[in-house]
């Protein structure tokens, strides 16, 4: 085997075509991670958002909540069962009939609909703090029962008119809604949400009487099973019941799935034109080096050494663009994306996730360009005769 | 290249370049020449308060050993480097005071160069590589190709204007390099170890036509060279050692 | 011959690297060429959409549904300002039961007035009699007919996430629409149908989704959105009124985050390209030195060097564009067809139009003059005798 310094010598003989090269590989890397990271970050937020153990209840056929309706006389049962649903300390049921819409909003910095997008908006009753124990105010106050009050995500500050922290926008004409805290609920999607009183949402979006879905704890995640039976037994009542978190892996399906192929269309077409920029660059330096390959030829090593030579090199090269595409993508974790959920019109915001995935993936996806790329210059490069070789 | 039309034409051209100066007897005068290249840090004295004078329309042939400034002293003349101090007058110019764009045109007009390795552009055909000094004047096409066939004959190639370098031997490979230097019909022709690559045979047919282009064109040709045959054939041999001729 | 002649001929000098940058280019200009393609289509939603019909809807939030008599308000409203004819709709959300993954739109419409709003929509005489007398009457948009394998005179059952049971249609007609405004990918049918079904909850009777009104002046839809929504704007519910131009328009600033990313990643292209052809360049720059030396002692100046260079990076640039300029047009010319079948709503057009080829091309031009500057410059700064030393 020819040794590896002495390909590392040869990168760095021809600095300027090895850097344009590596930067080529860099860039399709970091594309590549983007797409991997935004898919990570769609999926980490809607399944946090969803709990094994908790189960919604929504009207039979309906794929959002916000498309749901369900008349609050046929809840009661489901809710307060204690052979299924979890109680707390002084013996409540921990279940909460929720309603949610979507309300048109100003984007920030604009006024008058010249600009505008749809926000979630889900009303909660009193106990939903100890029902979504995993949901703190980080910010101001929980906002008063039976009042106009409301408490945004930590996602939503600085993106809609009016909806932030100690200001207030109109739920409707006439009835101002109070922003009195900030809540963080752990990365999910919830954090996009604006969450007001379900009475103050039932009154001011004229869902009197209703619910958009029902979410209950359940003793064990176990139960869920014999609760769906139970839930959808009754036809009459034609409710479905699903798992929290199987809910939000459905809505993210699309998503998800989307990004990843927009990601590796892209990913794709531009590592096409980075493995052709590395294929130029390794003919280049198997075409400089013939006489080096011919005096390797004389003194013995093999065709297949000389190969095995210019691949390793390759690789190297690519390996090392993986690398910096990889510094340079992971910064974005930092960076907020938001997007449309297609399944609700609303806009959730989303993070570039990092994952050891992306790493590992990003890592073998240049290995593989390095490879492809320098496979057929290596392959010249091991048919160059020696004495040919020598002599030019 | 019996009509020597061509002669009257290029004291037109000559334009700024001339000299109302009374013809002088050395077409090259060189005086107090030094030359000195920079190692790093340390200067390497290669000529040093060198004087020459060509007289025009001589063969003159220099040797001397690898190392002693042959090289130095041919881009010297031809207009390519500038001395470290001293002057150099060329045909009437001193070539000190032009600036690098304007020796670069008095270049293409009076100089023609003859290299050891032919250095024929090997994507165009012998006419194509003839024809490119004449693409920095003004003459149109036709013209062009006139000139471009006179000195393909002149050098006996005539039959293989459209053959590509590749196609040529070593020997026709210089011949070819030898119209193009004289295509500008310079006044005169720098050859750098022009029989270095070629068997004994083919540089003897360009040495024949370096004589030839000497007695019956006029042109002064200075030579540098290792080859004793070639050196026979010149009108004046100089030897040259350790920065001083001898 | 001219100086041009030997820049070209240059590309013949190294063949296996100049075929791997244009495939390369190509490639990129492909790329680019698609990312316009989307990002066209998008801004062309908001251009085809008709400005001479208005869409009214709830203030607040588009889940919220209006009152029956709002149609005949909004008629007695607009009409002194030049509104001929008024029609409402709701969304169906209708879904195949065999195929429950396709994705229609699927609108209950008042009979008697929406081909009057609507009349893009082309369907005979007899269809058009049947459309009036059936109840069970459904339109049918060609592309659409095609999936669900339906023909005039079918029967089709749809069922709903909204509307409970199973609905059961008679294809009046597959109709075909004679503008982009309208896509021919929809399932129309008589809201009276809908309205009058006995399981309808009494809540949701004599309820439309919204409105469209025809104008005879397009230029004063603004003014006119402005007077529909004074009008209603003391009762329960305000309206929120703007021409399906301006929807449409407001529905590509939802998806600006995505717009944002493709732009991006239109500026990682020129980077790849860039990197491509100024490795190539400053390959052939390096390569040549000697025989630039030479072309100096022949008197030629910098700026011919200069020129040299710059000419051969042109043609390769023009070369690849062309080559990823035909790429592109065969690609989306196979595909294009098919995308507007499928998602017309989305993108009415899936073509390339002559100004971003033109950009595409001048892109790969652009890419070709930047990325041969550095080598340009420096093959011009070159020292003759250096140069000439280099080698023999």
């Known amino acids: 085997m020819v040794p590896i310094t002495y390909n590392v010598r040869s990168l760095l003989v021809r600095k300027i075509s090895t850097i344009a090269s590596l930067v080529g590989i860099a860039l399709v890397v970091v594309v590549s991670s983007c797409s991997s990271m935004l898919s990570n970050g769609i999926a980490r937020t809607l399944k946090t958002s969803g709990r094994a153990d908790t189960a919604i209840i929504m009207r039979m056929g309906s794929d959002a909540e916000m498309a749901s309706g369900i008349d609050v006389s046929r809840i009661s049962t489901v809710v307060s069962n204690p052979n299924f649903v979890a109680q707390d300390k002084s013996g409540n049921s921990l279940g909460v009939g929720e309603i949610v819409v979507v309300k048109t909003a100003d984007r920030a910095g604009t006024t008058g609909g010249v600009s505008v997008s749809n926000v979630s908006i889900r009303g909660v009753p009193a106990n939903v703090w100890d029902v979504r124990d995993d949901v703190k105010i980080v910010r101001g106050r929980k906002p008063q029962p039976g009042t106009d009050e409301v408490a945004i995500g930590k996602a939503l500050p600085g993106r809609f008119q009016g909806v932030e922290f100690g200001a207030n926008f109109e739920l409707k004409k006439n009835r101002v809604a109070q922003v009195v805290g900030v809540f963080d609920a752990g990365g999910s999607a919830f954090e996009s949400e604006i969450w007001a009183d379900v009475d103050t949402v039932r009154q001011a979006f004229g869902r009197q009487g209703v619910v958009s ?73 198997v075409a400089n080096r013939s006489k080096e390959v011919g005096t390797l030829r004389a003194l013995g090593f093999s065709r297949f050494a000389i190969l095995l030579s210019f691949l390793v090199e390759s690789v190297m090269m690519c390996f090392a663009g993986g690398v910096l595409g990889v510094l340079l993508a992971l910064p974005l974790g930092l960076v907020e994306f938001p997007m449309m959920n297609m399944a609700t019109w609303a806009e959730v915001v989303f993070r570039f996730e990092p994952s050891a995935g992306t790493i590992i993936g990003a890592l073998v996806f240049a290995t593989v360009m390095g490879i492809v790329g320098g496979f057929f210059p290596a392959w010249r490069a091991s048919k160059l005769s020696p004495v040919e070789a020598m002599r030019t | 290249m019996a009509e020597a039309k061509p002669e009257a034409k290029q004291a037109e051209d000559k334009g700024p370049y001339r000299t109302p100066a009374p013809e002088p007897k050395a077409i090259v005068r060189l005086t107090g020449i030094d030359k000195t290249f920079w190692r790093g840090k340390e200067p390497v004295k290669v000529l040093e308060n060198l004087d020459l004078d060509v007289p025009d329309g001589s063969f003159e042939a220099l040797m001397g050993p690898s190392g002693s400034g042959k090289s130095t002293l041919l881009n010297l003349i031809a207009g390519l480097d500038r001395p470290t101090k001293g002057s150099i007058v060329v045909d009437g110019q001193d070539i000190a005071k032009l600036s690098d764009g304007d020796l670069a045109q008095w270049r293409s007009r009076t100089i023609g160069f003859i290299f050891q390795a032919y250095n024929l552009m090997p994507v165009l055909t012998a006419a194509q590589n003839v024809e490119l000094p004449l693409l920095l004047t003004h003459l149109g096409r036709a013209e062009r190709k006139r000139r471009v066939e006179i000195a393909l004959r002149a050098v006996g190639l005539e039959d293989r204007m459209q053959h590509y370098p590749k196609q040529l031997s070593g020997g026709q490979e210089q011949r070819v390099a030898i119209a193009r230097a004289i295509v500008n019909d310079p006044k005169i022709i720098v050859a750098d170890e022009p029989t270095g690559d070629l068997d004994r045979q083919s540089a003897d047919d360009v040495l024949t036509l370096l004589e030839k282009l000497n007695k019956e064109f006029k042109k002064t040709i200075f030579m540098v060279t290792h080859d004793p045959h070639a050196a026979e054939r010149a009108s004046v041999v100089r030897k040259l050692d350790k920065g001083a001729l001898q | 011959m001219t100086i041009l002649t030997l820049a070209a001929r240059n590309l013949t000098r190294n063949k296996t690297r100049v075929v791997l940058t244009v495939l390369g280019v190509g490639v990129a200009v492909l790329a680019f060429m698609l990312i316009r393609v989307v990002v066209w289509a998008w801004s062309m939603g908001g251009e085809v959409a008709a400005k001479d019909r208005i869409g009214t809807r709830d203030k607040i939030t588009f889940v919220n549904r209006l009152p029956l008599r709002y149609a005949q308000d909004l008629k007695d409203a607009a009409a002194p300002l ?125 309820r439309i ?51 944002q990313i493709l732009n991006i990643a239109s500026f990682v292209i020129l980077l790849i390209l860039g990197l491509i052809l100024g490795n190539t360049i400053a390959m052939g720059v390096r390569e040549r030195t000697y025989e630039h030396g030479v072309l100096r002692a022949l008197g030629f100046m910098p700026r011919h060097i200069t020129m040299f260079v710059v000419a051969e990076a042109l043609f390769i640039g023009a070369l690849g564009g062309a080559f990823g300029l035909a790429l592109a047009y065969a690609l989306v010319g196979a595909i294009g067809p098919r995308v507007v079948e499928d998602f017309g709503a989305m993108f009415p057009f899936f073509e390339i139009t002559p100004p971003s080829a033109l950009v595409g091309f001048g892109l790969a031009l652009l890419a070709g003059l930047i990325s041969s500057l550095i080598p340009s410059y420096r093959a011009s700064r070159l020292e003759v005798v250096n140069a000439l030393r280099r080698i023999g």
């Open chain 3, 82 to 206: 030049g509104v001929t004819h008024v029609t409402y709709m709701d969304w169906f959300g209708g879904k195949d039961p065999r195929n429950d993954s396709l994705f229609f739109g699927a609108f209950a419409v008042d009979h008697a007035t929406f081909l009057d709003v609507y009349n893009e929509l082309s369907i005979s005489p007899e269809a058009r009699e049947r459309w009036k007398s059936d109840p069970q009457a459904a339109l049918v948009g060609k592309n659409l007919a095609k999936k669900l394998q339906v023909k005039e005179g079918d029967k089709i059952t749809l069922i709903s996430p909204i509307y409970p049971g199973d609905w059961e249609f008679h294809v009046a007609a597959v109709y075909r629409s004679t503008a982009k405004s309208f896509d021919e990918s929809s399932f129309i049918f008589r809201w009276d149908y809908l309205n009058n079904n006995k399981a309808l909850p009494a809540s949701q009777k004599d």
């Open chain 1, 213 to 285: 879905s029902v979410r209950v704890r359940l003793l064990s995640p176990s139960k869920f099973e014999a609760f769906k039976t139970f839930v959808e037994s009754d036809k009459t009542l034609g409710l479905m019941a699903q798992r929290e978190d199987s809910y939000y892996e459905k809505q993210t399906e699309g998503m998800a799935g989307m990004v990843k192929a927009i990601g590796w269309v892209f990913a794709f077409l531009f590592s096409l034109g980075a493995m052709i920029g590395a294929a130029i660059t390794m003919y280049a330096q």
């Open chain 3, 209 to 259: 989704g919204w409105l469209a009104a025809k104008l005879t002046d397009p230029g004063r839809s603004a003014e006119i959105s402005k007077a529909i929504d004074k009008a209603f704007d003391d009762r329960d519910q305000q309206t929120l009124s703007m021409s399906e131009r301006d929807l449409n328009t407001s529905f590509v600033g939802m998806v600006a985050a995505v717009l």
